[in-house]
């Protein structure tokens, strides 16, 4: 018995002796087979050859049970007499064992690292006091039962109900009202009443049945088998189902298409293109996008929480995220007869990943961190079975280009890498955990064709550095890189190549105004970048040089996005509806850029990001040439779109009702 106690021990002693980590498993990521300490993590943790030591300590119990009997009996004193040393010591064994075992699982300091780690406690790393608590209740048969085991067995009745207990207290847990905060007694008495039922109507019927039908019973095997290969050609509940597709091509109006932006991206694998941006450029179309794939890892590790650090299953649910860009000439007629035609002259461009961008100590824009204890919760700690949730980020999001006196800007927002030194934007909190938010930065002189040049990115030095900063809405003025940092007010900065921003102007627009006031739980965003207009022909209800841009409207409330209905003749607001997709919105081209008009709801195709998940749809980019405006972007975080409209019918959009 002692060789088979020590036999876990080996878990922890073959580390330490050749100097890895005693938690050497921790390397294993659930359901991974690809090397051999995956294989033999799983081995040690399913095969029942690593707990073979446990049946044969259990058989060895009896046995000891056995020889003490008769030492007990031949002892100087009658097995009933208290001076018999066999009737003291069994006082003891049952009530020390229940006491270590309440000390590892409910003391930190005798927690996991004293006696192991989570696999060495798997395979029974505590063997020697589960025995004695069996040893201690069992007793040896010619003694009177140890005063502690004759109390519990008062409590032998419900003995008939314990295993319908085993099989499903956690099911009991996993329905119990309030998460983590369970009151014990009425845990208890709520786990054994369904114990109660379980067993009187399901279980008991099913054992009388089994020991009537000896013969019948011998099919049972089989039909579990062929029930077991009926159900593996079930759909996977795990996996999504197919979402559905977006129509390629629906047409709004004579003057307005909407349509599916088919880029060419050869190493996408199962990715999506979503939220692009345009840029017309020295009679070229630039096109930058994000390439988007979510994944899902499980894994161990050590969780550094309130409380202390502790072992946890940690999921990583992973959006893989790279800018991809590429350009194609500019097609004059074609452009000019998107709207009508509905022959797209951006279709099959070729995209490539943007695999250049480092960070200003030169390293690569990767591995970064991961948000933790700050006002937007990206990571859950579920106290009650040690699991981790993060939402991990791999790279940079939303791209938008800009051309700056002939050169190709490129902002973007993102997480910082732990390889990069961008100033201020991770941090340590109250706990000393590091936090990271999105923030906004900047790329100049980037080369579409030349994808692998390494260029620097800075972060906008304007701004909070502990909250989400991005949806800023780059333009330019007198060779300069302005961004509008907020709709409402409207703030514009000015910034630099380095990164280096400050606020120029802030002005107000009545109607935003108002629905600020009357709706405190919407947030005015913006997206996408501005565009020069001077066409006053084709814009009449703004017939003055200006940019055109968009915004977005978030309703914190519900998670949705929102657009606002038409004004009433009162000129109050009517309503807000989710689901909605961004306005247009122009302001004045000259400081202090007023903002002067905005738009109906515009007429994008909405999409699930996942099943049963909320339709949506996010205006990335703005591109106008001639009296062709087109306006990029993303649905439910799959599908590459675009909104063609001539400028007159964009213009007709913008009535007076919305001016300043």
């Given amino acids: 018995m002692s060789f088979f106690f020590f036999l876990p021990w080996f878990m922890i002693l073959i580390p330490v002796i050749a100097n890895e980590p005693v938690d050497w498993y921790k390397n294993h990521s659930y359901l991974a087979t690809d090397t051999f300490l995956d294989i033999g993590v799983i081995m040690l943790k399913f095969h029942p050859i690593c707990y073979f030591h446990v049946f044969i300590v259990g058989m060895l119990l009896a046995k000891l049970r056995q020889l003490l009997d008769k030492k007990a009996v031949l002892s100087g004193h009658g097995a009933d007499s208290w001076r018999n040393p066999y009737v003291i010591a069994l006082q003891f064994v049952a009530p020390l064992g229940y006491l270590v075992l309440l000390l590892v699982f409910s003391v930190e300091g005798f927690q996991a690292k004293l ?53 499903f207290q956690f099911l009991c847990y996993a329905v119990w009202p309030q998460t983590g905060l369970v009151n014990l007694l009425w845990f208890l008495v709520f786990t054994y009443a369904s114990a109660f039922l379980i067993a009187k109507l399901i279980q008991q019927p099913i054992q009388k049945w089994w020991a009537a039908h000896t013969h019948a019973r011998l099919a049972v095997p089989f039909v579990l088998a062929a029930a077991f290969v009926a159900c593996s050609f079930l759909p996977d509940q795990a996996l999504a189902p197919a979402l559905p597709e977006l129509p ?47 994944e899902t890892k499980m894994g161990n590790g050590i969780f550094n929480g309130p409380e202390g650090a502790q072992d946890a299953v ?55 961190c991961v948000l933790r204890f700050a006002r937007k919760v990206v990571e859950t700690w579920i106290a009650s079975n040690n699991t981790l949730i993060r939402h991990v980020v791999t790279g940079p999001e939303d791209p938008k280009a800009v051309d700056l006196e002939g050169q190709l800007v490129m902002a973007f927002d993102s997480k910082k890498p732990h390889s990069g030194d961008v100033e201020g934007v991770c941090r340590r909190n109250q706990q000393g955990l590091l936090d990271a938010v999105t923030q906004m930065y900047v790329s100049s002189d980037v080369q579409v064709t030349q994808p692998t040049e390494e260029k620097m990115g800075y972060r906008l030095s304007y701004g909070q550095i502990d909250v989400d900063e991005k949806n800023w809405i780059p333009f330019t003025y007198q060779g300069r ?25 802030s002005t107000s627009f009545g109607p935003l105004r108002r629905v600020v006031q009357e709706y405190p739980h919407v947030r005015i965003r913006g997206s996408a970048q501005a565009v020069f207009v001077n066409n006053s022909q084709a814009t009449p209800s703004l017939p003055r040089p200006h940019f055109l841009a968009l915004l977005h409207l978030y309703d914190t409330k519900t998670g949705r ?28 081209a000259e400081p202090p850029f007023l903002m002067l008009q905005m738009s109906e709801r515009l007429p994008l195709s909405e999409a699930a990001a996942t099943p049963g998940g909320i339709p949506f749809a996010f205006a990335s980019g703005l591109a106008v040439h001639g009296d062709t405006v087109a306006i990029s972007y993303g649905a439910g975080d799959r599908d590459a779109r675009i909104l063609v409209m001539t400028l007159q019918r964009c213009s007709a959009m913008g009535t007076t009702k919305y001016l300043a």
């Fill in 115 to 167: 006696w192991g780690y989570k696999l060495s406690a798997r395979i029974s790393v505590l063997l020697p006091f589960q025995a004695m608590v069996l040893f201690g209740l069992a007793g040896l048969p010619s003694l009177p039962l140890p005063v502690f085991s004759y109390a519990f067995s008062k409590l032998d009745f419900l003995e008939n109900y314990s295993y319908a207990v085993y099989v």
């Fill in 248 to 294: 390629a091509e629906v047409r709004i109006d004579e003057q307005t298409l909407d349509q599916r932006l088919q880029l060419l991206d050869h190493q996408r694998e199962a990715s999506a293109t979503i939220n692009p941006s345009l840029l017309i450029k020295d009679n070229e179309v630039i096109v930058v996008a994000r390439r988007h794939r979510r």
């Fill in 314 to 368: 940690i999921i990583d649910q992973l959006w893989h995220s790279d800018i991809i860009m590429g350009k194609t000439p500019l097609d004059p007629i074609a452009w000019k007869e998107w709207p009508t035609t509905g022959v797209n002259p951006l279709q099959n461009v070729q995209m490539e990943e943007w695999s250049g961008l480092r960070t200003p100590s030169g390293n690569e824009w990767k591995d970064l």
């Fill in 481 to 505: 890189l302005h961004f509008v940092y907020t709709p409402m007010p409207h703030v514009i900065l000015s910034a630099g190549a380095d990164g280096s921003s400050e606020k120029i102007y």
């Fill in 561 to 588: 996005y929102a657009h606002h209905a038409s004004e009433a003749e009162s000129g109050g607001w009517v309503e807000f509806k989710a689901n909605g997709a961004s306005p247009s919105y122009r302001f004045g």
